[in-house]
């Protein structure tokens, strides 16, 4: 009976290490195991969405509505479908919408890809404008855009078309790259 | 022609600058205006646009090369042309200004001189050594002007 009394610790001791290998074994982080399967694997991906951005004065900046959100981890780019940006700037609103659109990392830039429509509000005294191409980049936080993809725009009767275009919303210009063609209507109210 | 004024202006360039502010579009590189008739070449076009449409325009060339301006003469198969270092249009006024080594040519009659103002309405055109402006060396700033008889079938 002595006997097994003095094996007791030992017992004690043996159960004590079994269970840390046990638990050290269990936490261990398998290195084995195959990182996250590719750079392409979403980590989430979000139906029917609306982002609302502030700045830091509080005032909403932008709005995305989108059909669907999916996020990639491994390059922290977002990829959205059927994208619609509302930008407030200055009190005037800019929409863009297209069939696709590229969010990169930190929201600083968009890429909207098919069927690219941007319509923006109309100045005191001057006529609301629209945009037309197959491609756009926004700067949002920059208030600027470009293209390097034909485009068409219109600014109340006026049209204009080109092969590329940079815009600076915070100083109104708009730079339009090759083979650009302006047409201005007749003056209206000019007896004919 | 009277029936330009109402014809859509077209203007082609290799770079547009559009100033939303200002209403001012800046054409730059091979620009060509064109209005019915009316036809405004130039390196430089900068254009301002009035809430009613095309209002003015200035021509400039670069690398001593001139503007040029050219427009079919009312009821007539004849044409104006001119060419200056800088042409002003202004369709509200219908009338072109050229100044700097002007020069315009209808039919036989020929004008040279510092400033050249032509009314497209009435078809005369006004030239004078601009004031200030400094005389041009070759013809010792004079204006020349030759003006054709006119022969006795002409109206």
Redesign the interface.
Known sequence: MRASYRLYPLIALGLLAGASIWLERLSRVDETRPAAVSSDTPDFIAENTRIVGFGQDGEQRYALVANRLTHLPASDRTMVDAPRLELDNQGRRLTIHATSGEVASGAERVDFRGDVVAWRAAAPGGAEMTFRSEHLTVWPDDHRAETQQALKLTQGATTAEALGMRADNLFGTLDLVGQARVQIPRRQGSKS | ERAD?????????????????N?V?I?EGDVVLTQGTLMIKGDKLV?T?G????QTGVATASGGRLASFRQRREGSTEYVDGEAERIEYD??AEKARLFNRAHVRSGGDEVRGHYIEYDSVSENYLVTNAPGSTPESSTGGRVRATIQPKGDNKP
């Open positions: 004024r109402d014809k859509p202006v077209d203007i082609e360039a290799n770079r547009v600058t559009v100033d939303d502010r209403k579009h054409f254009v646009q809430a009613d449409g095309f369709s509200r």
